[in-house]
Each structure stands twice: as C-alpha cells, then as structure tokens.
Nanobody, 126 residues
Framework: EVQLVESGGGLVQAGGSLRLSCAASGFTFDDFAIAWFRQAPGKEREGISSISVSDGMTVYADSVKGRFTISSDNAKNMVYLQMNSLKPEDTAVYYC???????????????????WGQGTQVTVSS
C-alpha cells in the first residue's frame, strides 16, 4: 500500500521557520518525483516545490524561491521542506505528493500526481 505521511506543521510567527517531513512507503522511492503542494482556504491548490528523487533535481515556485528548500533522504524514503522567513500568506494545508512521470524542472498540475498524503496545517501569525 502506497503511503505518504506528512508531519511538522504548526503555528509559527512571521519570520520564523518550520521543517515539514514526508515519509513515503509502499513504492520504489527512486522512481518518483516528490512535490509539495499547499492549499489555503478559498484558494486553488498551489505546487510550490518538487524534487526528482533519483538525481536530486529541484524546482521551486516563485512564491517560495529563496525561502524554502526541498531535500530528500533516499535511505530513509523521506522528503523534507525547510521553510524559512515564513509569511502570513504561507498559511495553508501542505501536502506531499508523488508522480512517476515527470519533466525535469517542472511542477506538474496537481491532478497529474498519483499519490497524496493527508496534509499538515501550517499557520503563520503576523
């Protein structure tokens, strides 16, 4: 059974940091690209970062570039999202997701991703 389990969300003040974790199981980790999406109330789901597990290639949305860093620990089947300089507009539910067919340097539309975690809430207070 494929599982993606996010953790690490919480409440933080603006300017603070959080690290989200995504634990993957039930599939061959190296065959996938793992992405982080987020969705705020009343807004569309936004792809913010992706990593190709096999070669470590990363990509970021402009909204988080320079503040967020995605990484993977292939030995542990884990993907992380280090979030620094958080802003109130970063408040959302954050999802970890996986896709087998991906283009390098691209965050695909959310409906092309095959597996999703349950999400973790991130709230940034002003």
């Amino acid at each position: 059974e494929v599982q993606l389990v996010e953790s690490g969300g919480g409440l933080v003040q603006a300017g603070g940091s959080l690290r989200l974790s995504c634990a993957a199981s039930g599939f061959t980790f190296d065959d996938f690209a793992i992405a982080w999406f987020r969705q705020a109330p009343g807004k569309e789901r936004e792809g913010i970062s992706s990593i190709s597990v096999s070669d470590g290639m990363t990509v970021y949305a402009d909204s988080v570039k320079g503040r967020f860093t995605i990484s993977s620990d292939n030995a542990k089947n884990m993907v992380y999202l280090q979030m620094n300089s958080l802003k109130p507009e970063d408040t959302a539910v954050y999802y970890c997701t996986a896709v087998t067919a991906w283009a390098p340097g691209v965050i695909h539309p959310w409906d092309e991703y095959e597996y999703w975690g349950q999400g973790t809430q991130v709230t940034v207070s002003s």
